[in-house]
């Protein structure tokens, strides 16, 4: 059952035995959760009951045109929801379980419920990495559709609070295991015969996906249409206005380093990109939380997960 009129506080409950069965009889009964995954916290719910789908379009006021991923507990379940072709297969076993979302022609005997897709032929299937992630989908034997467990269009969440902040009072439970490892969703790709087109960046870089494929990487959808969630022009953004490549603090902004620097959070002082890339999404959230009207943010490499950085702050600032 979807929660139109909600009416009650959201619980957050450090995962462990008895949080991961209370959160598996509410997707069972068709309520949507938030649990963490190595990327970002997802708002889970059964991928095959349509009702539990659009609990979590209304909780998150998400577009019903864009489209979820469906997480799954190994490759056995996957292979009973979509067709892997060879390279398909091959990506799977290179990048599963970690943070790579295949986009696949959907099987016509696969249960999933038709909100998932958007009305498209394929679905975005991934394999997380993170135990609390795979131990809900195991627990409640279902495949769960999860996009991040925030307000559509708005800042990701890498913690538990981050989550409470945006959803408190449209999904009852969220589980809490800490701050996510990654920092950034997953990367998108729709594996082709001759090549892999990259529909979103994420940690599973081009160059990775070439090396493991042998395959050329192009980026962009058929037609600039939406096949994958991540695709809309404005995305991933906070309430105050965002100014990219700033290497120094205006009047009344909040200022977010990378390398040596004088700001007020630094992604990596080390100039790590991958330290970057963990820290991006809390570092916005505490800018949109301080007393400062605007944000800023230090230039970025555009290079390995910095392509992926800086997709997110471009949509982030559209």
């Not at 959760?33 to 059964?46: N, Q, R, S, W």
Request: hydrophobic residues 45%; glycine residues 8%.
């Amino acid at each position: 059952m979807s929660i139109s009129n909600p009416a009650f506080t959201t619980k957050i409950r450090r995962y462990g035995t008895e949080a991961l069965r209370e959160a598996a009889l509410l997707i069972r009964a068709g309520e949507p959760v938030a649990a963490p995954t190595e990327t970002v916290y997802g708002l889970a719910a059964d991928a095959t009951d349509s009702h539990a789908v659009a609990g979590i379009f209304t909780a998150k006021g998400r577009p019903s045109f864009n489209p979820l991923i469906v997480h799954v507990a190994d490759r056995a379940m996957a292979e009973r929801l979509a067709h892997f072709s060879p390279i398909a297969l091959r990506l799977a076993e290179h990048f599963w379980p970690g943070p790579l979302t295949l986009i696949l022609p959907v099987r016509e005997d696969s249960g999933l419920s038709p909100l998932v897709m958007a009305g498209l032929p394929t679905v975005g299937l991934r394999l997380p990495a993170h135990p609390a992630m795979q131990a809900l989908i195991r627990e409640s034997g279902r495949p769960l559709a999860a996009p991040s467990a925030n307000r559509s269009g708005s800042i990701s969440p890498t913690r538990a609070e981050h989550v409470f902040a945006s959803l408190n009072g449209r999904v009852r439970l969220i589980l809490d295991e800490g701050p996510t490892s990654e920092g950034l969703e997953s990367t998108i790709a729709a594996p082709e015969d001759h090549r892999i087109r990259l529909l979103r960046p994420g940690p599973i870089t081009t160059e990775m996906l070439e090396d493991a494929s042998g395959l050329p990487v192009i980026t962009g959808a058929h037609a600039g249409k939406i096949e994958a969630p991540g695709q809309l022009d404005s995305h991933y953004a906070p309430s105050k206005p965002l100014r990219l490549d700033a290497l120094k603090a205006e009047k009344d902004e909040y200022l977010i380093g990378f390398g040596l620097m004088p700001c007020h959070f630094n992604l990596s002082p080390e100039a790590d990109i991958v330290e970057a890339a963990a820290n991006l999404f809390a570092a916005l959230h505490q800018g949109d939380a301080s007393a400062s009207s605007r944000i800023a943010i230090a230039p970025i490499p555009d290079e390995g997960i910095g392509v992926a950085i800086n997709d997110r702050l471009k949509r982030a600032a559209a």
